[in-house]
């Protein structure tokens, strides 16, 4: 292979990567390197790597081993920490350059993408086994719930003020069951998602309007739309449950002062991951939406996406289960990251094409 401009490969390299010698020193670090660590490659050039992953790290044992063996270690669910920046989980191989004289490749990928979409997917199933309980519920629950709410009602006619307390409390509770219903059997509705072209911004528009009138009042948005963003194709009252469920999540989660969620839309056509039910072009489109919250619990940051799971009072847990659900029936995909402070919700979904027009998908 002659011509290869080797320089050019390794800066391309989409995978933080870099080349040790005797074990411990850094001679070089690609550009995803560079971005990966907060750091430049001159600034770490001839410098210990325990100096900045710390002394205990299991990064050390993997160099050390791939040196001492002269052999190619590969571990998972490595936590790579590089000094005081935050612990990423993934694999970290360690591979010999050349013929042994002692210089490392060492590659780190990030837990990423792929494992946050299969997590969703896999939501997506746990959503469908309760589609199938909730008509049942809905039909089963409904007609007795109106019963014991009416019969509360008639009783507190003849009641004093004390006890009809007690009554308007039966009609309170009946009537969150009757929500929480409500809800379950959106997962029962299991109407084909039509397919028209959707504007993205005319949804989240007509969904930040009336947060801002109910839940959200209390909370300042910052939206950064990008107007060059092309439709989606989907069901535009669907899309705006996922917007609706996120940006009350969001508004939920924030202080009641100075509490800001941003929005942000952008069209990355070089963006060509396809899940099941994706069109072929990829999910260019992209949309953000951000809260300075208190963040997501760390154990929790797993099941978010499944049915019930919820850490408040009056929650369903049924919110980001069916967003995910929307979002998987168009294509589409959703990835959170959360921090004390900063948590990241990102969509990324198809765009509208010609097929789409045809019914063709
Ligand atoms: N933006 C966020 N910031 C912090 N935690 C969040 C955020 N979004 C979701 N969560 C966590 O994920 C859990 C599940 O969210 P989900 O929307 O599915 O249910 P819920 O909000 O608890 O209930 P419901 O949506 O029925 O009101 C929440 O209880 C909360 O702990
Ligand atoms: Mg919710």
Not at 193 to 200: D, G, L
Not at 336 to 356: K, M, Q
Request: proline content about 4%; some cysteine.
């Amino acid at each position: 292979m002659t011509g290869v401009d080797y320089e050019a490969v390794w800066s391309a390299l989409p995978i933080p990567a870099l080349i040790i010698q005797d074990a411990d020193k850094i001679v070089g670090m690609n550009s995803a390197a560079e971005s990966f660590v907060g750091a430049s490659s001159k600034q770490v050039t001839g410098k210990s790597l325990e100096q900045f992953v710390g002394s205990s790290s299991r990064v050390l044992d993997v160099v050390r081993q791939a040196a001492e063996k002269s052999v190619s270690v590969v571990q998972y669910e490595v936590e790579f920490a590089w000094k005081d920046k935050a612990l990423r989980t993934g694999t970290l191989q360690a591979a010999q350059i050349g013929r042994g004289d002692g210089d490392l490749l060492l590659l780190f990928t990030p837990r990423g993408l792929a494992e946050k979409m299969d997590r969703s997917l896999a939501s997506r199933s746990a959503a469908r086994s309760v589609t199938g309980m909730a008509a049942m519920l809905a039909h089963e629950i409904r007609n007795p719930l109106a019963g014991i709410s009416g019969a509360a009602q008639l009783l507190s006619m003849n009641l004093d003020e004390a006890d009809r307390e007690l009554t308007n409390l039966i009609v309170g509770e009946t009537d969150r069951i009757g929500d929480l219903v409500n809800r379950v059997e959106q997962f029962g509705d299991m109407r084909p998602t039509s397919r028209e072209s959707v504007n993205i911004h005319d949804v989240i528009d007509r969904t930040v309007k009336l947060a801002k009138a109910g839940h959200a009042a209390h909370v300042r948005f910052i939206e950064e739309y990008d107007p060059s963003l092309p439709p989606t194709v989907g069901d535009q009252d669907q899309l705006h449950q996922v917007f609706q469920n996120l940006i009350k999540n969001a508004s939920e989660a924030v202080p009641p002062v100075g509490g800001v969620v941003t929005i942000k839309t952008a069209f990355r056509p070089g963006v060509r991951l396809t899940v099941p039910g994706a069109v072929a072009a990829g999910l260019p489109l992209e949309i953000l939406i951000a809260d300075n919250g208190k963040g997501i619990q760390p154990d929790l940051i797993e099941d978010i996406f499944d049915p019930f799971v919820t850490t408040k009072v009056n929650g369903s847990g049924l919110g980001l289960s069916l967003v995910s659900k929307v979002l998987t029936d168009h294509g589409g995909v959703i990835e959170c990251d959360s921090e004390e402070g900063r948590t990241i919700f990102r969509i990324l979904l198809p765009v509208f094409t010609s097929a789409d027009v045809r019914g063709v998908s």
